[in-house]
């Protein structure tokens, strides 16, 4: 069992929709939770940064995180069609050097 | 990419050959990393290092080699002992190695090798 799990997808959804992405994890030492946002061609871009549990918003994105159930997600409302990328969460314990990735959602907003 | 810079973009290298990528920065962050991808199997750290002149295997750092001889500069060569060197590689920084600051990528290089 991989230690973060991810639907690769891919996920298609009309412009306008409201978009849930998830990871569940394993290991319940992980504290500090990332969703990165990759075109194709294009390095991974963070987009939300979050530690332990809770919400954090940022515009039309959401980052959540369930500690209790190993469990974060991030919401995408009106979605457009430039949103379409690959999404990846990442998770780190406290002060370790490297992060563990999920291996990406990819995501479709039709027009 | 914020300021790093991966080249080149696409590389092309017959089997057998070693091969060097580059990775330039300047964020003036400590830490570097490199980071292999492949589809369905998200990154994977093959080589890190918080500081200059010194750099850790990663989990998968086998037939790779790095030098960090500059803090702007952590080139990864591919070797001959890689038995599938064809990947998608991304080279990442980070303010301060133990730091929980997240990750910065570069946008990669894709090598093929045939």
């Known amino acids: 069992q991989k230690e973060v799990e991810q639907d690769p997808g891919p996920l298609s959804v009309p412009e306008g929709a409201i978009v849930s992405l998830n990871c569940t994890y394993s290991?319940?030492?992980?504290?500090?939770f990332m969703w990165y946002r990759q075109y194709s061609r294009k390095g991974p871009e963070l987009l939300m940064y979050t530690y332990s549990s809770g919400n954090k918003e940022d515009g039309r994105f959401t980052a959540q995180v369930d500690k209790s159930s190993k469990y974060i997600s991030l919401f995408i409302r009106d979605s457009q069609p430039s949103d379409s990328a690959t999404y990846l969460c990442?998770?780190?314990?406290?002060?370790?050097?490297?992060?563990?990735f999920g291996s990406g959602t990819r995501l479709q907003v039709q027009p | 990419d914020g300021g790093i810079t991966q080249s080149p973009k696409y590389l092309f290298r017959k089997e057998g050959q070693n091969v060097t990528l580059s990775c330039e920065q300047n964020?003036?962050?400590?830490?570097m990393y490199w980071y292999r991808q492949d589809p369905g199997q998200g990154l994977r750290l093959i080589y890190y290092?918080?500081?200059?002149?010194?750099?850790q295997k990663g989990d998968i750092a086998e037939g790779y080699s790095v030098s960090r001889e500059k803090k702007e500069s952590f080139p990864l060569t591919v070797t001959s002992a890689q038995k599938n060197p064809t990947a998608f590689y991304l080279c990442?920084?980070?303010?301060?190695?133990?730091?929980?600051?997240?990750?910065?990528f570069g946008n990669g290089t894709r090598l093929t090798v045939t």
């Open positions: 290092s918080q500081i200059v002149n010194d750099f």
């Open positions: 290991n319940s030492a992980f504290q500090y």
């Open positions: 990442a998770m780190s314990e406290e002060g370790r050097r490297a992060l563990t």
């Open positions: 964020l003036n962050h400590d830490a």
């Open positions: 990442a920084t980070k303010e301060v190695a133990a730091g929980n600051s997240p990750l910065h």
